[in-house]
């Protein structure tokens, strides 16, 4: 029993130390999940810091990034409307001089007046103090401080601004995004550059014994405004007025007035029977006496006039008969009789022999085709032959008012410095006697 006892007490012992092995085993465990929850709680402060602390670097980073360049974008409008440019530093001067450069120069191409490029110098000088603005120069001041703020912002992304195909010729490039000065509509004041001719005149030979030059415009009567061209040229001109149209009394009238001399353009029939020479016209079918009976009611519907010339009327030049009834007619009405030659075999110095009427013939057409070097050529011809024979008629016609008076003055300086004189067909001097 008592070795029983023994028994059950080492059991018993052992069951108490078994269950004190428990505890103790059961202790253990959980006293190292207590340690880690707290190093992991201390982790994730520390963590935590760095964070801020990172995030605290980062702003400060940022900030000290961005504030130079707002505050040099703010300094650069500030010393734009400072009263005096000593305000600014060294570097700031530079950068606002180098801009005010660059935006002058495209301006300055574009035409823009001495006074405003003046200003433009005044501005960027630092010992100049600024001049008060209004108007215009308001708006160009805050134009180059709009375009100052928009090449930072470029210079920002890019770097640099890439150079443009205008560099080449020594101007700067603008950034894209920035408008230039010269896209600005110039003041009215700026003078307008008269268009370089196509082609340079000729050399042109001294005038030999004061040779006359005597330019006449047919086909007036059709354009008030194609004739003012024409009687507004600076030496002395003969127009020639078709008879029977709209506008021929007044076209005649407006010569007049102008100081010029006015002829009667009578039409008549041209080979070519296709050929219309208009209203009022000597026909191959008409008597003699209606040839003169019409062309005294047209010389009095343009009249007064000095003469007449035939317009087209090949076929009637070519008829002695016919023609020399025309040269009558202008004889008993006064007024002297001019062949414009429309046909090589005209017959006028045939009539004019056989009646005894003296008269004028054309030496050269100048616009047969509206062609600015063909007509150069007749007018250099008409040159040769004043100078050979004293004088030369040539004729010309209204509807080239678009090409013919522009090149007659560019001749005119010319010709006058070298001693041709200007004058009308009546006064040339070029009266051809039987």
């Not at 505050?71 to 409307?81: G, P, Y």
């Not at 300055?108 to 603005?133: I, L, M, T, Y």
Request: proline share 6%; with cysteine.
């Amino acid at each position: 029993m008592a070795q029983n006892g023994r028994t059950h007490g080492r059991k018993t012992v052992s069951r108490s130390s078994e269950k004190s092995s428990t505890r103790t085993k059961s202790s253990p465990r959980r006293i190292p999940g207590k340690k880690h929850k707290i190093v992991f709680s201390s982790m994730q402060t520390a963590i935590l810091c760095v964070l801020i602390i990172a995030a605290c670097f980062t702003l400060l980073i940022v900030n000290s990034g961005r504030n130079p360049k707002n505050t040099a974008v703010e300094h650069r409008i500030a010393s734009q409307n400072a009263d005096s440019a000593g305000d600014a530093s060294r570097t700031a001067e530079a950068r606002q001089n180098a801009d005010r450069q660059s935006l002058q120069k495209p301006q300055q191409s574009a035409g823009k007046s001495d006074e405003r490029q003046g200003a433009g110098r005044d501005e960027s000088r630092s010992d100049v103090p600024k001049k008060n603005v209004e108007g215009e120069n308001v708006r160009q001041k805050e134009r180059v401080v709009e375009a100052q703020v928009h090449r930072s912002a470029d210079n920002k992304s890019s770097g640099s601004a890439k150079p443009s195909s205008s560099a080449s010729k020594g101007q700067p490039a603008n950034p894209a995004s920035v408008k230039p000065l010269s896209s600005v509509k110039p003041s009215s004041s700026v003078p307008v550059t008269p268009a370089v001719p196509a082609s340079p005149l000729p050399d042109i030979p001294q005038a030999v014994n004061g040779a006359k030059l005597v330019f006449v415009f047919d086909d007036a009567g059709q354009s008030l405004s194609q004739l003012e061209k024409f009687i507004s040229l600076p030496f002395p001109i003969t127009v020639s007025v078709l008879p029977k149209l709209v506008h021929s009394k007044a076209c005649a009238d407006k010569v007049r007035a102008s100081g010029n001399e006015v002829m009667l353009h009578q039409p008549m029939q041209a080979v070519n029977l296709n050929v219309n020479p208009g209203p009022g016209a000597v026909t191959a079918d008409m008597q003699t006496s209606s040839i003169e009976a019409l062309i005294k009611e047209n010389i009095a519907e343009i009249g007064p006039v000095a003469g007449i010339n035939n317009h087209e009327g090949s076929l009637i030049s070519e008829d002695e008969m016919k023609i020399g009834a025309a040269m009558l007619a202008a004889k008993e009405s006064g007024v002297f009789f001019l062949d414009s030659r429309t046909t090589s075999q005209t017959r006028v110095p045939q009539a004019a022999m056989a009646l005894g009427i003296p008269y004028y013939s054309r030496n050269v057409f100048l616009d047969n085709t509206k062609d600015r070097e063909k007509i150069i050529r007749e007018i250099m011809r008409g040159i040769g032959i004043a100078n050979a024979k004293g004088a030369a008629i040539m004729i010309g016609h209204i509807w080239s008012a678009d090409i013919l008076p522009g090149i007659l003055i560019e001749f005119y300086p010319v010709l006058k410095n070298k001693g041709y004189a200007f004058t009308t067909v009546s006064n040339s001097g070029a009266l051809i006697r039987p």
